[in-house]
């Protein structure tokens, strides 16, 4: 074999930060929050966003935008009406079905006395240019003293299976203590003629009671690959265990019948902290249903911290719950408003709200986005990277209702990351877009190109210096794909299956990265 001296192309130079711009996309000057975000799944520069919004004579209205170039622009925002003039909204979702049918759910409720109020559904035929009239998923009335309309959490079966098209929506009741007589109890609505109409019942069941403790018992839905509806949600009933837990409602048959199982019971779920935004979340792998992540907050680690539980052998047993943000335990900074996302190839990332680098503790203290991936092939976590592109002041109305939840999409090694921040004076949407593996504050070269010796152009293999070896790889295509990673075990690494073509090679260290152009003939 010809020794052949690397001729390294260093994308990066040393201790250079990279930042992704963030990019407003929302047009109100008073208040814009609670963004949710949708990929048409057929088209991955197809996005489109919503969030709520304040309209002039309308209260707070649900507000959308379009991208059909996978977030460079977005049309102009549209805004949904009332179904009653003194009406307001909230609490968006969006999801797309198998066909490509793109639906919008949300409440339209009198949030002064909360006397009326319905989840609603609306249809949009071309990518969310245009909104049919709504559906009504479920009505206030149906649920006395309940008030069973809060946080309706949308999921579509997109499988290919017998349920293909089935709209579940999840609700609790309101932060309405005076209002609501307990026992408290998660809802499930659930439409099989694409969201024409819904049935409705409480999701707990006997033996699998949330109870009259947790006052807002909030299910989190899921479609797992083989079409299984999937929801977990808290419980405290001393008659059903002395521990809290956290119940697993599963129906493969568009809510016929359910089965129950606990996923975890035991301390350490929630946080004491009553200003954060604590809405757990469950995710399921696209392509494997026996893989499902569930998120949450604890106090268990020292502050408010992202924490996760998961299962790989479809609930058969769960893990313990892990601690995901990276910075020092016990340091007092605290993080909330998790949203997390699979890749096809079950690559997993987590964001969320991060105070790290915020002078002083507790909520009300400056904050940005920070998120991290977890690779589907070594199981390791990315170190943390800030998404956004400047430390945020905080503001007051970040303590009240509003801006409660994010939305990050995961399509391939690209991150697609939608939020609320206060740093224009005002809460506004903005919106980031990068690569998982380019997302290091520093990527550094080696010292000297000499000390990294391979063949380059590449015929079947290349060597690294045997430094690396423990460390983390990664191939990159051209439009940034993985196209194979894992451990470097040896100095050789075979690349005799690869296609011709130019590639980045992106080594993981302890301390270090480092980005390196390959050439393969």
């Not at 609306?122 to 240019?129: A, E, I, N, Q, V």
Request: proline share 6%; glycine share 8%.
């Amino acid at each position: 074999m010809k020794n052949i001296l690397l001729n390294v192309l260093l994308f990066i130079c040393l201790g250079s930060t990279i930042r992704a711009q963030n990019q407003v996309i929302s047009e109100g000057n008073f208040f814009e929050g609670e963004p949710y975000l949708a990929m048409n799944p057929s088209n991955s520069q197809h996005l489109v966003a919503a969030w709520m919004g304040i309209q002039f004579n309308n209260k707070v209205v649900i507000k959308s935008s379009v991208s059909t170039n996978g977030g460079i622009s977005w049309s102009t925002p549209i805004w949904q009406a009332h179904i009653s003039p003194t009406f307001s909204s909230a609490d968006v979702s969006l999801a797309f079905d198998h066909l490509g049918n793109l639906f919008m759910c949300y409440i339209d409720y009198d949030n002064t006395n909360f006397s009326e109020g319905k989840v609603l559904v609306r249809k949009s035929s071309d990518g969310g240019l245009n909104w049919g009239n709504p559906s009504i998923v479920l009505d206030i009335a149906s649920c006395p003293n309940q008030v069973c309309i809060d946080r309706p959490w949308m999921v579509i079966d997109e499988t290919t299976g017998p349920n293909a098209g089935t709209i579940y929506v999840t609700n609790m009741n309101a932060n309405q203590t005076t209002m609501i007589t307990p026992p408290y109890h998660p809802y499930i609505s659930i439409s099989s003629d694409g969201g024409q109409t819904f049935n409705s019942e409480q999701l707990d069941a006997p033996g699998f009671l949330s109870g009259s403790v947790i006052p807002q018992p909030m299910a989190s839905p899921v479609v797992t690959a083989d079409g299984r509806f999937t929801a977990l949600y808290p419980s405290y009933v001393v008659s059903q265990s002395l521990l809290p837990r956290l119940i697993r409602a599963q129906s493969n048959n568009q809510g016929q019948t359910f089965t129950y199982d606990v996923a975890y019971q035991g301390q350490g779920f929630g946080t004491s902290n009553t200003l954060v935004k604590a809405g757990p979340l469950l995710k399921a792998h696209p392509n494997n249903s026996n893989q499902l992540a569930y998120f949450f907050l604890s106090d268990d680690f020292g502050e408010t911290d992202v924490v996760f539980i998961e299962t790989t052998n479809n609930g058969a047993s769960w893990s313990s719950p892990a601690r995901i943000n990276q910075d020092p335990i016990g340091n007092g900074k605290i993080q909330d408003l998790i949203w997390a996302d699979y890749a096809s190839n079950g690559d997993l990332a987590v964001c969320w709200r991060d105070r790290r680098n915020a002078t002083g503790t507790g909520y009300s203290v400056s904050s940005e986005l920070f998120c991290t991936v977890r690779n589907a092939t070594t199981s390791n976590w990315l170190p943390d990277f800030s998404v956004s592109d400047q430390l945020v002041n905080h503001q007051a109305i970040l303590e009240d209702s509003g801006n409660d939840f994010m939305n990050v999409i995961l399509k391939n090694d690209t991150l697609n990351v939608i939020w609320g921040d206060v740093r224009s004076g005002s809460l506004k949407i903005y919106f980031c877009k990068r690569g998982i593996y380019d997302t290091t504050n520093f990527i550094q070269s080696l010292p000297e190109p000499s000390q990294f010796v391979f063949p380059n152009p590449i015929m079947n293999a290349f060597f690294v210096p045997t430094e690396f070896i423990g460390s983390e790889y990664y191939v990159l295509s051209s439009d940034g794909k993985s196209i194979r990673n894992g451990k470097i075990e040896t100095s050789k690494q075979e690349f005799e299956t690869i296609p011709t073509g130019s590639y980045r090679l992106l080594i993981i260290s302890p301390n270090k990265r480092y980005q390196y152009q390959l050439i393969k003939q």
